[in-house]
């Protein structure tokens, strides 16, 4: 989280040569701290927000649509014939994605009531933290949605499994394959 807020440490961090005071009358400002992209601390902020944003933009849009599908259910002829778990998992489903489009909405808000008072990191830390929840809560998402499509076609044993090796696919792909590639990054970095 660190790293994203601009605020890790490390090689990448170490101070640019020439990075020291500067005389008197000097208009040339040099970032404090250079991770070989040669940008100032502000700069970096100001990227790593515009970067959350595109990822907010992917997990908004795909939310909104498995939202929108989740509403439109109970206009269905066969909603009348769910069993009484099914319902419960649709309501926590719909509860689900209403409370993820929240959290994404947050930030946005945030942003709002930030703007022009200088605190970029605080809105960076922030939407950090919400990323990662509102990914997690996504998976849930997915997954009841799988159990529930295939509860209702296939039956009880077949959604179990749908929905378990989604969940494995998913702890491989948003958890474990990162955390290895990041690993692999932060050794390379020494």
Same mark, same amino acid.
């Given at each position: ?18 990075? %020291? ?21 502000? @700069? ?6 515009? $970067?959350?944003?595109? $990822? ?5 849009? %795909?939310?909104q649509? *498995?939202?929108?599908?989740? !509403? ?12 009484? !778990? ?6 926590? !489903? ?6 993820? @489009?929240t *959290? ?5 808000n945030?942003? +709002? ?56 696919? $998913? ?12 690993? +692999? ?6």
């Open positions: 989280m660190d790293a994203a807020a601009g605020q890790g440490a490390g090689t990448g961090d170490t101070p640019a040569p020439g990075d %020291g005071a500067r005389g008197p009358g000097s208009s040339t400002r040099r970032p404090s701290r250079d991770d070989r992209r040669g940008e100032s601390a502000n @700069q970096r902020l100001d990227r790593n927000w515009q $970067e959350m944003l595109q $990822e907010l933009r992917v997990m908004q849009a %795909g939310i649509i *498995l939202a929108g599908f989740l !509403l439109i259910l109970p206009f269905q002829s066969r909603f009348d014939a769910l069993q009484d !778990l099914q319902v419960t998992v649709y309501l926590c !489903l719909v509860c689900l994605s209403v409370m993820i @489009q *959290l994404l909405l947050s930030t946005i945030l942003h +709002r009531a930030l703007f022009g008072l200088h605190a970029k990191g605080t809105l960076v830390r922030h939407t950090s933290t919400i990323i990662p929840i509102a990914t997690a809560l996504v998976g849930v998402v997915l997954a009841g949605t799988l159990w529930l499509v295939f509860d209702l076609v296939l039956g009880r044993p077949a959604s179990l499994v749908a929905a378990g090796a989604l969940v494995i696919v $998913e702890a491989i792909f948003w958890v474990a394959y990162p955390l290895a590639f990041r690993r +692999r990054a932060l050794r390379n970095r020494r």
